[in-house]
C-alpha cells in the first residue's frame, strides 16, 4: 500500500510549466474547435465539444491539479477574454465543473502504462464534466432562472433534451475526442515527454489516491463545487452578474478568431522551446559530470 511519502510531487518551475503547457495546448485546441462547424437536428446540436484527450493526457502523465486548472483557464483566456467574451460568474460554473472533472480523472490512474486505468479515467472525466453541465442546465430551467425554448411551459421535457445531449458529447466527443486519443497517447508519452521537464515518469508506486490522500473528502469536496458550479450559474442568469464584453469578432470580423489562436500557438511553441532547451541543458551536466 502506498503512503503519502510516495506522493509525486513536483518543483514549483516544473508545477509552472505543466500549467502553462496545459492552458496553451488546450487553449490552442478550443480555437480549433471553434471553427469546426455544428450541425443541428432540431433543438439538438452535434458538435465537437472539446479536444479532451489533451488535459486528460497532462492530467494522468503530470500534476493532475495544474494541468487541470490550467487548461480551464486556457479555455477562458483564450477562447472568451482575447475574443472580448468573459461571461462573469457564467465562467465560473465552466472552470470549476472541467477543473474538477479533469482532476479526478487524473487521480483515477495509478499506472500510466495501464490501458484499462488509462481508458476508465477518460471516460470518467467526460462523464463527471457533462453530468454537472447537465444538472445545472436542468435546475436553471427548474428553478426559473432561464426559460426552455424548445417547448415551453413544459420544463419537464429539459430532461429528455439535456439527457439527449449529455449522451451525444458522451458518445461522441467523449469516445472519438477523448477515450482513445488518450489511451493511444498516454502509454506512447509516458517516459518520453517527463524528461523534457527534468522529471521524472509517475510509476504505480506515485500516489494521487483518491481514497489514501484525500478520501471522503474528495467527494465532499466535489459535492460543494459542483453546487458552487450551479450557484455562480444561477446568479448569472438572475442578472447579479459582471460581465465583460468588448465583442472583437463583431468589431473585426471573424478572422479576429485567428488572433487568438496565433498567441495560443505561440506561448505553446515557447513552452515546448524551453522544455527543449531544459532537457539539452541537463543532459549535457550529466554527461559532464560522468566525464569528470
Known amino acids: 500500500m502506498g503512503t503519502l511519502e ?17 492552458m496553451s495546448l488546450y487553449g490552442l485546441s478550443n480555437m480549433i474547435t471553434e471553427l469546426v462547424p455544428s450541425a443541428y437536428l432540431g433543438p439538438i446540436e ?5 479536444f479532451a484527450f489533451i488535459p ?9 491539479l495544474y494541468a487541470a486548472i490550467g487548461a480551464s483557464l486556457g479555455e477562458v483566456i483564450f ?27 487524473g487521480t483515477f490512474v495509478r499506472d500510466p502504462r495501464n490501458r484499462k486505468q488509462v481508458a476508465i479515467a477518460a471516460i470518467l472525466g467526460v462523464i463527471i464534466h457533462q453530468a ?32 439527449f445531449s449529455f449522451l451525444n458529447d458522451v458518445l461522441f466527443s467523449g469516445i472519438l475526442f477523448a477515450l482513445l486519443p488518450t489511451v493511444y497517447l498516454v502509454p506512447r508519452l509516458y517516459g518520453k515527454i517527463e524528461p523534457l521537464l527534468g522529471m521524472k515518469p509517475r510509476d504505480r508506486n506515485d500516489r494521487y489516491s483518491l481514497t489514501e490522500i484525500i478520501g471522503p473528502r ?3 469536496t466535489g ?16 442578472g447579479f452578474n459582471v460581465e465583460w464584453e468588448a465583442d472583437f469578432l463583431e468589431m ?18 515557447i513552452t515546448i522551446a524551453v522544455m527543449l532547451n531544459k532537457k539539452k541543458n541537463t543532459t549535457n551536466n550529466e554527461k559532464e559530470e560522468k566525464a569528470s
Open 79 to 105: 477562447g472568451e477574454i482575447m475574443l472580448g467574451q468573459f461571461g462573469g460568474f457564467g465562467e465560473l460554473e465552466k472552470f470549476i465543473a472541467f477543473s474538477l472533472a479533469m482532476y479526478v480523472a
Open 46 to 50: 452535434f458538435s465537437i465539444e472539446y
Open 6 to 22: 510516495n506522493r509525486y510531487t513536483l518543483t514549483q518551475s516544473q508545477k509552472m510549466m505543466v500549467f502553462i503547457l496545459s
Open 56 to 64: 486528460l493526457t497532462l492530467c494522468i502523465l503530470f500534476h493532475p
Open 223 to 238: 459535492i460543494l463545487l459542483a453546487a458552487s458550479a450551479f450557484l455562480f450559474e444561477f446568479l448569472s442568469e438572475a
Open 132 to 163: 454537472i453541465s447537465t444538472m445545472v442546465d436542468i435546475l436553471k430551467v427548474w428553478v426559473g432562472v432561464e426559460e426552455l425554448e424548445a417547448v415551453p411551459g413544459l420544463a419537464e421535457s429539459v430532461v429528455v433534451i439535456e439527457g
Open 218 to 220: 474528495l467527494i465532499v
Open 252 to 269: 473585426f470580423g471573424d478572422w479576429f478568431i485567428y488572433v487568438s489562436l496565433g498567441v495560443a500557438l505561440i506561448v505553446a511553441v
